[in-house]
């Protein structure tokens, strides 16, 4: 099951606000922000917006 395109219209970066885009292997969740640039993790087709479990993509 992937990612509804409802949910990921309303899905916020937590750190700074800014919206989130599906990564092309669909694994994760990047910030648009590229002054933030944290990638989210999906996990069981749960993205988990935790700031303390993304990483940084420059």
Excluded: G, Q
């Amino acid at each position: 099951m992937a990612l509804s395109p409802e949910l990921l219209e309303i899905l916020r970066c937590p750190k700074c606000k800014s919206k989130v885009e599906l990564k092309p292997d669909k694994s994760a969740l990047k910030c648009t922000d590229p002054e933030c640039a944290l990638v989210y993790p999906i996990r069981d087709d749960i993205p988990v917006m935790l700031i303390d479990e993304a990483t940084v993509e420059k």
